[in-house]
């Protein structure tokens, strides 16, 4: 039971820290130096990524009517000659793909391609490599100071990319770079990355943090999958408690998700990403304290 009420406290950090650029692996290191869960190791791993899993369907919930390319032929806008507007007319009530959404999935597949590379060969290379206290602190403090530079240098500058439909294939290839680096550096943060990543070749705040929640989608949804056919591969399987555990996490990381995307996107409308920044740093300096008091550095 007491594992429980620990996955309802991991689901709640993830489905805040996962959307916020503040790393939620940073905060899941925190977490699990002071509320360990009494698991395999094998099956934190599966945790982990399936409480990913449930802060992404609320991602799928709130963009659905974006994301969905089947439309009737009346939700799409008029355009073109007068003879393309009765042909238009005549259409009404038919199921038709909206080309635009198709482009938008394109460019987040194409946005994706790196880090499925990356991810499929080096996944368990980089987790050896990274995956620890001063890595994680690091990336934190880097990107953090990176949010204050890229914020403040383009202070008074219009943005290149102010829509989502002029996402063209080089700008996702370069924001898909980006979360490269989170893919290699866990406490990034693939959110942190893909925005800032975003904000430094001209995207608007709006239209990177959007992006970076359609990136969210396939990645996450495949990082989960990946884990999970790992897990069963050895030969476990999940007890009913394993399931109870998984199961809370992921509702609880969903409901929380739905509110803390609702909070970014209207927080962009008006204020900047330095405050991010700044929670990083702070963040970044208590791992690094935290960990060398207890010796672990």
Request: hydrophobic share 55%; proline share 3%.
């Amino acid at each position: 039971m007491m594992n429980v009420w620990k996955a309802v406290l991991y689901g709640i950090v993830e489905g805040i820290t996962e959307w916020l650029p503040i790393s939620s692996t940073g905060h899941m290191i925190l977490l699990n130096e002071f509320v360990r869960m009494d698991v395999p190791e094998e099956f934190w791993e599966v945790f982990l990524v399936v409480i990913q899993l449930g802060a992404v369907l609320a991602v799928i919930l709130h963009f659905i009517k974006q994301l969905w390319p089947i439309r009737r032929a009346e939700q799409l806008p008029l355009h073109g000659d007068r003879k393309h507007r009765k042909k238009h007319r005549r259409r009404r009530g038919q199921l038709i793909l909206d080309r635009s959404v198709l482009k938008l999935w394109g460019m987040i597949i194409i946005a994706c391609l790196p880090a499925v590379v990356i991810g499929l060969f080096f996944d368990d290379l980089f987790d050896a490599l990274f995956y620890n206290a001063v890595s994680v602190a690091i990336a934190l403090i880097v990107f953090g100071i990176g949010f204050i530079v890229i914020e403040n240098r383009n202070r008074g500058k219009d943005a290149r990319v102010i829509y989502l439909d002029e996402i063209d294939w080089k700008t996702a290839l370069m924001i898909g770079g980006f979360q490269v680096l989170a893919a290699i550096f866990p406490g990034a943060s693939r959110s942190g990355a893909t925005i800032l990543g975003a904000l430094l070749i001209g995207v608007s705040r709006g239209v990177a943090t959007e992006f970076t929640f359609f990136l969210s989608i396939p990645v996450m949804f495949g990082a989960s999958l990946l884990k999970i056919v790992k897990f069963l591969k050895t030969g476990a399987f999940f007890t009913g408690a394993e399931l109870s555990i998984l199961l809370v996490g992921l509702v609880v990381a969903f409901s929380v998700s739905v509110f803390a995307i609702r909070f970014l996107l209207g927080y962009i409308r008006k204020h900047d990403f330095k405050p991010f920044g700044w929670y990083r740093i702070v963040l970044g300096i208590a791992v690094l304290v935290i960990f060398g008091i207890r010796g672990r550095i």
